[in-house]
Each structure stands twice: as C-alpha cells, then as structure tokens.
C-alpha cells in the first residue's frame, strides 16, 4: 500500500515522466529514487532569469517583447503580484487539487487579451537551435495542458493555446573592449492545449500510486533491459565466486598434504 511521509505533489514535469516511464516516475513518488538528471549547465537558467527580466520590462511598459508581436493574442498579464506568485514551481501559485493531490507548477508568463478576456500560457525555451516541427508538442504537450487545468481551475478562462517562444542563438559580435553581443532569434510556437486530458493524466498517475505495485517498465527504454542483464550477469558472476569457495572447502585437494606427517622434504 502507498507509504510516503512527505506530503505528496504532482507536477507538469512529473507527469512527463508518468508519460514516459510509470516505473520510474513509481521510484520517485514512492521512494524518493529519482533518475540521474547528468551534469546541469547553467547557461539555461541564466538565460532563464534574463528573460524573465526581460518580459518584466516590457509589461512594465505595456508592451508585448516586439518579437512576439502579430504572432500572439493580447498582452502581458498585467498583474505582477500574480506573476510572481504564478512563477513559484512549490505550491504558492498556480495549483488544482484532484483526489486530494496537488498538481501545481511555476509558469514563465502570462498572456491576456482585453477583448475576449481569455488567458493564454506563454513558456520561452531557449536551445541551440531552431526547434524541429512536432517537437513542441512531443516534449510540452503535458506542461501546456497543466497550465490549462490549472488557470481554469483557478476561475481563469482560457483559449486553450499556449505559445512556446523559442529563444536560439545565430551570431555573435564584438560590441566594445571586452563585451561581446551573442544575438538569439525567437520562433514562437502554437500549440492546442486540453485541460481535461491533463485531469485525466493525472488521475491515471495518482491511480498508479494507490495501486500499492510497481509498475511495468516503459517498452521504449533500453536502461531497464541492460540493467537486468548487469544485474543477471552479476548474480551468475557472484554465485560462481560462492560454488567455487563452497567446492574449495568440501573437497580439498587430494595431492595436497594433511597432516605434518605426509609433508616430505
Ligand atoms: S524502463 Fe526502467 S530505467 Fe527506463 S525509465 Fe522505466 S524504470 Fe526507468
């Protein structure tokens, strides 16, 4: 049965995983055994914060950030008080209780459009290159419809979209003494978000967790096949080791001398 001590959260990311692997996303809401994530670079969150800085200006000033202009509904939310609170990924802000479980998440930012009164999620990603057709979907599909449920659960309508502005790098200039201008283009991405789908994803997750079983292992990743093959090929290297010393100790060596009396010099 479900044991945690730790009160237990859903996020986007952790239903991402659910998608991926229901295994492994088990071993991390049940036993705190989460995959190894490598080596993090920090160019990303620096870029990160920037950005956020960045569109803070631009509602300051009321305007949307000029890349994003003709290829978005509405403005910047308003509201920075909102933002900052919808911005905190633990519990502060955004967040939908399902089955006595909460599903909360930190968002980038915001749109609103005045006339329809609708909200639509807006996320900057920024990568080393221009992101491939489908891609959006395939990696953010679940962090969208997140957002979705949770504005609208949250009495907020939306239209059902969310934006990706992809932020990726295309030259680089010398601007003075030691200040060098990297220059990033941005590439917006629409995509259609269903808030009724991340309910049920998450349902089907907290079903997971009350199972009281672990799951099967995603057929996709090769990691849990070559993980039992290293664990069968140990178990068979260590048993050997154990048949071995068992064989030395019940039968020893016949040629070898037993008592002071065979030794021969
Ligand atoms: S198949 Fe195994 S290693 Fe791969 S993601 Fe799932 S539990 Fe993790």
Redesign the pocket.
Known sequence: MYKRKRELKLSPSALGDFK??P??FW?DKIHGIK?PRGIFPSLPGGMDRQLKKYYDDCRENKTLPLELEDKVPGNLYQNFDDIDRFRSPFGRGLCVTIEGITLTGGLDDLLYDEETKLYSIIDYKTRASEPKEGATEQYYQTQGDCYDLMLNSNGMQTTHKAYFAYYFPNGVKHLRNDVVGVYFKCEPVEISTDPDRALKLSQAAIQCLRSGEMPE??KD?E??KH?EKRTAMQDMIEHADEVKSDEQVEKPNPKAPDTEDDIRF
Request: aromatic fraction near 8%; charged fraction near 10%; proline fraction near 8%.
């Open positions: 991926t692997c295994r492994c071993f995959n292992p995603s990743c990691m849990c993980i």
